[in-house]
T-cell receptor, first 116, second 112 residues
């Protein structure tokens, strides 16, 4: 099973709302990632979790708050977003890049977020 | 600095062979990945090279030369469904964090 699931598929929120994106994998992967992707651009890394601890924050604004409750789940909490935050938000997971030579990332289908 | 270059667009004919090139200059290197992304969908892993040489997987092959900072993805017997964006990504070698540095992607259009 190489599936990463994400909910919701689509989300429309106002600039004062609080919402959360959810990601789940059952491949036993110990690294999980959040990306943001704008149209016709490559994915842009936001956060990396390794063994449920935040290992990389790519200077992401604090209105995005990641959380890793356990090894299978990854959340992204959203608060007071701006219209320019509208994008496809992708979650990915991989084997531990410190230990495994082959650590390809498997992506979920993404959440299409629109901020109004 | 980190720089990954690949052509923006390519067009090829159904049944033909196409080669998508990728050159990179990065401060570290921990493998080179190729992903396929159809419009509106998530990227799908295609191949991974960490040593020089050719990796073959069905209709797709990927080549790496670390000394030249060069890779290519070869697609044979092109099908219409191969129309997609192809992303070259280099694993960031500093700290083995799993961080990938993506190129801008090559949009491939396969014509009948």
């Amino acid at each position: 099973d190489t599936e990463v699931t994400q909910t919701p598929k689509h989300l429309v929120m106002g600039m004062t709302n609080k919402k959360s994106l959810k990601c789940e994998q059952h491949m036993g992967h110990r690294a999980m990632y959040w990306y943001k992707q704008k149209a016709k651009k490559p994915p842009e890394l936001m956060f990396v979790y390794s063994y449920e601890k935040l290992s990389i924050n790519e200077s992401v604004p604090s209105r995005f708050s990641p959380e890793c409750p356990n090894s299978s789940l990854l959340n992204l909490h959203l608060h007071a977003l701006q219209p320019e935050d509208s994008a496809l938000y992708l979650c990915a997971s991989s084997q531990d890049p410190h230990r495994d030579l082959k650590y390809e990332q498997y992506f979920g289908p993404g959440t299409r977020l629109t901020v109004t | 600095g980190q720089n990954i270059d690949q052509p923006t667009e390519m067009t090829a004919t159904e049944g033909a062979i196409v080669q998508i090139n990728c050159t990179y200059q990065t401060s570290g290197f921990n493998g080179l990945f190729w992903y396929q992304q159809h419009a509106g969908e998530a990227p799908t892993f295609l191949s991974y090279n960490v040593l020089d040489g050719l990796e073959e997987k069905g209709r797709f092959s990927s080549f790496l030369s670390r000394s030249k900072g060069y890779s290519y993805l070869l697609l044979k017997e092109l099908q219409m469904k191969d129309s997609a964006s192809y992303l070259c990504a280099v694993g960031d070698g500093s700290g083995n964090t799993g961080k990938l540095i993506f190129g801008q992607g090559t949009t491939l259009q396969v014509k009948p």
